[in-house]
């Protein structure tokens, strides 16, 4: 059974556009983390959001934690190639230290 | 200057061979994790040590046995190996604090084929 789903499962876009992914679940978890992962790297941490509605910017990225803590949201405002990527989210139902479940990703391809 | 490295970054084997994986970490974290992503690039954790103890040990294979010799070092051993677990086997490790904050560090991956 798989605890989180992503949409879109992937997507292309222009240079310049902008964007959002979904990640939604039925589970509520303690916290919910957006990764970026590049081809041949393993996925590096971009943002833990931890309390329900809770909205965090890293540049031209927007993430948002669900009321309900059970869904996020990563907005990209002006896309640029270099934001081409698997990104994936992972919440967290340990209830000590981390027990990240992941979700299938949303590849994003951006176009020059 | 790497944090987490796994080797050998390759690893094409036959069916039935036993492999090992070595994974360090020199970031003097406390927790490190094991996990599994296929060729749909589903990740999946397998396991997570803090401080050489086991304390997440996901709906495995017993034929996938873990080793930590110390809290840098978190080895993946599988015997019997089938065409199934072809997969990237990722490390990672985190400060182990028990907070949902921490961050993970992912190594780089280990490509296992099995013909």
């Known amino acids: 059974t798989q605890l989180l789903e992503q949409s879109p499962q992937f997507l292309s876009i222009q240079e310049g556009e902008n964007l959002t992914v979904y990640c939604n679940s039925s589970s509520v978890f303690s916290s919910l983390q957006w990764y970026r992962q590049e081809p041949g790297e393993g996925p590096v941490l971009l943002v833990t959001?931890?309390?329900?509605?809770e909205v965090k910017k890293l540049k031209r990225l927007t993430f948002q934690f669900g009321d309900a803590r059970k869904d996020s949201s990563l907005h990209i405002t002006a896309a640029q190639p270099g934001d081409t990527g698997l990104y994936l989210c992972a919440g967290d139902r340990g209830n000590y230290g981390q027990n990240f479940v992941f979700g299938p990703g949303t590849r994003l391809s951006v176009l020059p | 200057d790497t944090a987490v490295s796994q080797t050998p970054k390759y690893l094409v084997t036959q069916m039935g061979n036993d492999k090992s994986i070595k994974c360090e970490q020199n970031l003097g974290h406390d927790t490190m994790y094991w996990y599994k992503q296929d060729s749909k690039k589903f990740l999946k954790i397998m396991f997570s040590?803090?401080?050489?103890?086991?304390?997440i040990n996901e709906t495995v294979p017993n034929r996938f046995s873990p080793k930590s010799p110390d809290k840098a070092h978190l080895n993946l051993h599988i015997n019997s190996l089938e065409l199934g677990d072809s997969a990237v086997y990722f490390c990672?490790?985190?400060?182990?604090?028990?907070?949902?904050?921490?961050?993970?560090?992912f190594g780089p991956g280990t490509r296992l084929t099995v013909l």
């Open positions: 040590y803090n401080n050489k103890e086991l304390i």
């Open positions: 959001v931890v309390t329900g509605g």
């Open positions: 990672a490790s985190s400060r182990g604090t028990g907070r949902t904050t921490d961050t993970q560090y």
